[in-house]
């Protein structure tokens, strides 16, 4: 084994694509699962165990936080959902490493906008402005 073992990709930098443009940059993401619904029927005569089948495979939202865009796509997006105009798209969440290369994409498949938070505002801090943003959607796209 030579040189300096590699370090491990650090979950620091994320970046959402829609339609495989840039929309915005977010720190910390989460609902990256699926489970599978476990399903349990009686055979008839069999008292001491249950058939356990797989079911549906559900899936959370998934959560963005801590982002920042100069984009308006996004909360354009959430404003036509709220109106009633559901266009759900193909989106991809990358992580990126230290250097801003892509390390890992997930994409999603049917999402749509469901929550909403605009940044905290106060004069007197000196704080980042940072928005999160809630997305349902219908699973891993391959």
Do not use: C
Not at 3 to 20: M, T, Y
Not at 40 to 57: H, I, Q, W, Y
Not at 68 to 87: C, H, N, P
Not at 104 to 123: C, H, Q, S, T
């Amino acid at each position: 084994m030579s040189g300096r073992p590699k370090d491990p990709v650090l979950a620091f930098n994320f970046r959402l694509e829609i339609k495989g443009v840039f929309e915005a940059g977010f720190s910390e993401v989460s609902g990256l699962q699926a489970e599978i619904e476990v399903q349990e029927f009686r055979e008839g005569g069999v008292n001491d165990s249950m058939l356990k089948f797989a079911g549906p495979v559900k899936f959370p939202s998934l959560v963005l936080k801590n982002g920042i865009t100069d984009s308006t796509t996004l909360w354009a997006w959430y404003q036509d959902v709220m109106r009633g105009k559901f266009e759900r798209k193909q989106l991809d969440v990358v992580l990126l490493d230290e250097a801003g290369e892509e390390k890992r994409r997930w994409k999603f498949k049917r999402a749509y906008p469901v929550k909403w938070n605009g940044p905290g505002l106060k004069a007197t801090s000196s704080e980042v402005a940072l928005e999160s943003l809630e997305l349902a959607h219908e699973g891993f796209a391959p």
